[in-house]
């Protein structure tokens, strides 16, 4: 069994680390349903059209320098890599079968620098990104 | 797909950070 605790996802935007901050992840793996519905049929009919996955991440608002906001800020209208792993080991994740490498381009376009929270909260993000590419999915190679 | 980009490259720049010699290897790279 390879089943892992949701509390060390690695996510890596623009080669930048920002494990350490993210509170929740979730990339959607998604292509269109092209419907190829014909005469005849008895039931709608539907193939693969394009990939269109999204990249989900709340993460803490960190101003130091080389962190969430400033890379998220250097990288906005733009898209970048995001490398995103189940289990991050602080150095050196093992990349396998049990451990796989995602790798996917995301355009940055929307960002909440002043972010959400109250009061008593740590001002955070809620950010959705689209990918721009089909999401690489590898067994092997590096991380960190 | 090429890692890192040159918009990772670019924002890196923005950061000043040099760019890593981590690179992740993908399905294609290895056919």
């Not at chain 1, 959607?28 to 190829?36: A, R, S």
């Not at chain 1, 396998?96 to 490498?101: F, Q, R, V």
């Not at chain 1, 002043?114 to 590096?142: K, N, R």
Request: hydrophobic share 40%.
């Amino acid at each position: 069994m390879a089943i892992y605790l949701d509390n060390n996802v690695g996510l890596k935007i623009a080669t930048v680390d920002l494990s350490e901050y993210i509170t929740s992840i979730t990339l959607t793996q998604t292509f269109d349903e092209v419907e190829t519905t014909v005469m005849g049929a008895t039931a709608h009919q539907f193939s693969k059209g394009l990939e269109s996955s999204t990249l989900a991440v709340d993460l803490l608002n960190d101003w130091a320098a080389s962190k969430v906001c400033a890379t998220l800020q250097a990288a906005y209208g733009t898209s970048v890599t995001a490398l995103i792993v189940p289990v991050r080991a602080a150095s050196a994740t093992p990349i396998s079968a049990t451990n796989p490498l995602y790798t996917v381009s995301i355009l940055i376009n929307n960002l909440t620098p002043v972010g959400t929270g109250g009061p008593a909260d740590y001002a955070s993000s809620s950010l959705t990104f689209t990918c721009t590419s089909t999401v690489a999915y590898a067994t092997s190679g590096s991380f960190n | 797909m090429p890692y890192p980009t040159e918009a990772d490259l670019e924002v890196l720049k923005k950061l000043g950070l040099a760019a890593p010699d981590v690179k992740p290897t993908t399905k294609k790279d290895e056919e």
